[in-house]
């Protein structure tokens, strides 16, 4: 690695006028399990590193049962699954972060990093899409709101400007008889990149489908929503032919490449598979709902 | 510009003053500037665990944290496991249950060993080799190591009565 300044602003207008400064040359770090390696590897060059660690704002984990979860960019994953709310209200976030890595990687990585990052296979965003999480992104001008779904454009492309940063991931408020779920098959039992990602939420009413959210990663240049498989069952009972449906659809959306993890086919193939499974368990959940 | 960084610090309970670049990692700092070579690079890059350190109270691979960041913060390395009476159960446990031998990946296997039953002292099978996913062995072929960590937790609980 070249040499590179540090600073560790203590305030996000702070964080705003370094970004602002510096452009592209500023490197943003939250737990650097992926900005260093990037920087190492030479797949990025920074000037100067600014760790965002210090700001108040980006280390929320708030929780309010009217207007949801609050997680700020720097919170890292250890801290989202030993929280009490987040065990109670949001078990499919915990999918995610109790597998990104491992324990180590788990004490610095967060889930703000793991959507900037926007690699296809981040393991978090398949879940934040599913629950209709929106981001809080700050710029010079400004503060903005962006649905997960619309974050990601490319491998490691997204929407935030260079003078922006992701402030906070904010998480619906809970409803009664709703669930999601997070799984990915990978080789190993852990420490693996996603052949498929599935993230689902449910809403259930009277045994039908009130709401229904897929989305996949690893099967396109960035994690996708498939909306085919909500319109696909939404009002229909809950029962394995729907669950099949919208299994399906997942399948025909996934547009994956081959390469060594695994081919088109298989990748396919675990789409409707995993999102059977998943959908299977966020049922469970959606009944078991506080 | 280009100006090295002073550092404070508190590593295994003593408080470390140094300078370093800012691009340098923790483990760098460790090993070539403070001069504790107990932890090991094996990968550089997250994968491997050989670095393991306790980290403001958690474990991370010290190789994917800068070594500035230590600035206010505690950090305990393998150097801070055994005290002046003798090495610790989890370490007798390594050498008696043959769970080392090349021995690269050992002090991270027991910092993170240590963190882990710290936090959970009587941890399944299961609970072991997931805790400990994120630490590499090329020699022993892990199930040593975990009977190991069962053995280590058998020695603490039995300290404790
Ligand atoms: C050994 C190892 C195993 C891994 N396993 C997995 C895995 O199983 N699944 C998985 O999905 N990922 C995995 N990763 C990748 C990585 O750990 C995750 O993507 C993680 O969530 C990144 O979070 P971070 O806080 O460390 O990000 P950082 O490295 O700090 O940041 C990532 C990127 O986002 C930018 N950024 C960070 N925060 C902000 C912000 N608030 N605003 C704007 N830009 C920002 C950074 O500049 C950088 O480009 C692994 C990495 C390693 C080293
Ligand atoms: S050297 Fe740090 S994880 Fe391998
Ligand atoms: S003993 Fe050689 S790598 Fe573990």
Known sequence: MKWVDYIQPSTLDDALGLLKKHGEKAGILAGGTDLLVLLRAKAKSSDIIVDIKNIAELNQLDFDKKTGLTIGAAVPCYKIYNDSNVKKYYPGIIDSASIIGGTQIQGRATLGGNLCNSAPSADAVPGMIAMGVTCKVAGSNGVREVPVEEFCLAPRKNILKPDEILVSLNYPAPKPNTGSRYIRFIPRNEMDIAVVGVGVYVELENNKFKDLRVSLASVAPKPIFVQEAGTSVVGKEVNEENINLAALKAKEAAKPITDMRGTIEFRKHLSEVLTKRALQTAIERAKESV | ?161
């Open chain 2, 1 to 161: 510009m280009n100006a090295k960084v002073h550092v404070q610090t508190k590593i295994n309970g003593e408080n470390v003053d140094f300078l370093c670049e800012p691009r340098q990692s923790l483990l760098e700092c460790l090993r070539d500037i403070i001069g504790l070579t107990g932890s090991k690079e094996g990968c550089n890059d997250g994968n491997c665990g050989a670095c393991t350190v306790v980290f403001d109270g958690r474990i991370v691979t010290s190789c994917l944290v800068l070594g500035v960041e230590a600035q206010g913060k505690e950090i305990t390395t393998i150097e801070g496991i055994a005290s002046s009476e003798g090495l610790h159960p989890i370490q007798e446990a390594f050498l008696e249950n043959a769970a080392l031998q090349c021995g690269i990946c050992t002090p991270g296997f027991i910092v993170a060993t240590k963190a882990l039953l710290d936090h959970n002292p009587n941890p399944s099978e299961y609970q072991i080799r997931f805790w400990l996913a994120n630490n590499l062995c090329r020699c022993t072929g892990y199930d040593k190591i975990v009977f190991a960590v069962q053995d280590a937790a058998g020695r603490l609980a039995s300290s404790k009565k």
